[in-house]
Nanobody, 125 residues
Framework: QAQLAEFGGGLVQAGQSLTLSCVNS????????MAWFRQSSGKEREFVAS???????????DYGDFARGRFRTFRNNSGNTMVLQMERLNPADTAVYFC???????????????WGQGTQVTVSS
C-alpha cells in the first residue's frame, strides 16, 4: 500500500512561484501512475497534472488546461517522489492540492487508489 504525503504548500502573492512535493513511503510506485488534483472551497475536484510510467524509466506527463505552460511536474530518480513546480500563480489557483497514485495509469477522470492528505495553497491578490 502506498503512503503519500504532500509538502510545500503555503501562502504566496499573485505572480509568485511555489513547489510542491509528494513523497511516497509505501509500496514502490516507480512503475506506476501519480497525479496531482486540487479542490477549491465549494468546487469539484480538478485534475492538475500526472506522470505515468511508460518504459525504460520514461514517464508520460499530462496537464490540465489551466496548468499547461505554468506548471511542471516530474518524478525524482527513485520514482517515488513527484514534484509540482507552479509559476505565475493567481488567486484562482488557491486550493488544497492532493497527491494521487495507482499501480496502473491515472488520468483526469481516472484517479488512482491512493491519496495524500493534501496541502493548502493560498494565493493572495
Amino acid at each position: 500500500q502506498a503512503q503519500l504525503a504532500e509538502f510545500g504548500g503555503g501562502l504566496v502573492q499573485a505572480g509568485q512561484s511555489l513547489t510542491l512535493s509528494c513523497v511516497n513511503s509505501g509500496r514502490d510506485l516507480r512503475e506506476s501512475g501519480m497525479a496531482w488534483f486540487r479542490q477549491s472551497s465549494g468546487k469539484e475536484r480538478e485534475f492538475v497534472a500526472s506522470t505515468n510510467w511508460r518504459r525504460s524509466r520514461v514517464y508520460y506527463t499530462d496537464y490540465g488546461d489551466f496548468a499547461r505552460g505554468r506548471f511542471r511536474t516530474f518524478r525524482n530518480n527513485s520514482g517515488n517522489t513527484m514534484v509540482l513546480q507552479m509559476e505565475r500563480l493567481n488567486p484562482a489557483d488557491t486550493a488544497v492540492y492532493f497527491c494521487n497514485a495507482d499501480p496502473g495509469v491515472v488520468g483526469p477522470t481516472t484517479p488512482g487508489e491512493y491519496w495524500g492528505q493534501g496541502t493548502q495553497v493560498t494565493v493572495s491578490s
